[in-house]
């Protein structure tokens, strides 16, 4: 959630931003479908059959030495289900027009797309990521993590801290 929130900062305290850069930052209602999947059952449901299986699942890519799923299973596991199902929910639910606002902000704006959702449009619309093209023509510098996606900060800190310097450079 940290791009919605650095979004709704952006646009309720201008004062204090001057930047906005956004990594795979949902910027439209919907969420993606592991997001749809977490949201779709009530909370207890979700605590009871389903997060259970998601969290066995993050379980065995960490011990196949998946470093994404050892990090999301350890934040996972730090918070609480209804906290988890809440953030689906949000996300899901994403105030409508948050893009159009984005777009009209007179600030310097990047994008950083996971090269792999970048290039497989299915992909993106069902991560729920604007339209780059939309994007561009609104002024935003769009950037892209060659052969990563949505966990592009997580698989290659490095080379996500590289474009994040790029965007982040006066």
């Known amino acids: 959630m940290g791009g919605a929130i650095a979004c709704e900062l952006a646009l309720r305290r201008p004062d204090l931003v001057t930047r906005l850069v956004l990594a795979e930052g949902n910027l439209l209602t919907g969420g993606g479908h592991i997001t749809r999947y977490m949201g ?34 350890a934040s996972w596991q730090r918070m609480g289900p209804g906290a988890l199902h809440d953030m689906a929910l949000a996300l899901i639910a994403l105030r409508p027009g948050l893009e159009k606002e984005i777009l009209a902000l007179g600030i310097p704006r990047h994008f950083i797309f996971g090269g792999t959702r970048l290039a497989d449009p299915e992909a993106r619309l069902d991560g729920n990521l604007p339209d780059p093209a939309k994007l561009a023509a609104a002024g935003v510098i769009v950037h892209s993590h060659p052969d990563r996606g949505h966990e592009l900060m997580l698989a290659d800190p490095a080379g996500f801290a590289a474009i994040a310097a790029l965007a982040l450079s006066p």
Do not use: S, W
């Open 40 to 73: 779709a059952v009530g909370r207890e449901a979700f605590r009871n059959e389903r997060l259970p299986g998601m969290l066995e699942e993050l379980r065995q890519g960490a011990r196949d030495g998946d470093a994404v799923d050892d990090f999301i299973l």
